[in-house]
Each structure stands twice: as C-alpha cells, then as structure tokens.
Nanobody, 121 residues
Framework: VQLQASGGGLVQAGGSLRLTCAAS????????MGWFRQAPGEERELVAK????????YYADSVKGRFTISRDNAKNTVYLQMNSLKPEDTAVYYC???????????????WGQGTQVTVSS
C-alpha cells in the first residue's frame, strides 16, 4: 500500500492541526497504521498507532491526552488530530503501516516525504 501524508502547517502554540494519511490499494484495512515524527537532529519516534479495526491504540507519553489517532477504512485514510500543540511537537510527520500491529515501529522502511508541522511559541 502506498501512503501520502498531508495536513501539516504552521500553527501557534496551543493550536490544532489534523493530519491525514491517504492510502492507495484495496488492502488498507489489513494494515495497522502509525504516525511517526522526526525533528531536526533527532531520531524518528512513534507518536501513535492504531490497529486494523481501530479498536486498539497507542500513544507516546509526550502526546497522550493531546493527540488522537483514528481511521476510516472505507476511505483508506488514517488521521492524527493534534490539539494543544507545543513547540516541541515541531517535526516532519510520517505515516506508515504493517500487517502486524506490534511491528508498527521505527524500523527501516520507505518513509516517503512526510508533512511538516511547525509550532511557534
């Protein structure tokens, strides 16, 4: 499945953004999905992930209570609603998936271009 992340932008601290990851192909529902981010000079980190049905989610401690991951399998899309944004959320955000929920990690893969999120203070 091919993925395209979008929805990034420049926002003030405390603001909100919703990222969208659109998938091509007819097997999207077979993939657990995740959102990742990488700030300059930092390693890529897993922000949130969601199971194939959407019934199980995981959030990094740094975003828990502020970010919400969701998916619409009918639209081949996964979302990341980001509220109460902080300057430290500034990064390029990527989406990626795996048929195994436990393998939605920062392992080597084709990450694509991602979408830039910049939070000003």
């Amino acid at each position: 499945v091919q993925l395209q992340a979008s929805g990034g932008g420049l926002v003030q601290a405390g603001g909100s953004l919703r990222l969208t990851c659109a998938a091509s192909g007819r097997t999207f529902s077979l993939y657990a999905m995740g959102w990742f981010r990488q700030a300059p000079g930092e390693e890529r980190e897993l922000v949130a992930k969601i199971s194939r049905s959407g019934g199980t989610t995981y959030y990094a401690d740094s975003v828990k209570g502020r970010f919400t991951i969701s998916r619409d399998n009918a639209k081949n899309t996964v979302y990341l609603q980001m509220n109460s944004l902080k300057p430290e959320d500034t990064a390029v955000y990527y989406c990626a998936g795996d048929k195994d929920y436990t393998k939605v990690t920062t392992r080597d893969r084709d990450w694509g271009q991602g979408t830039q999120v910049t939070v000003s203070s």
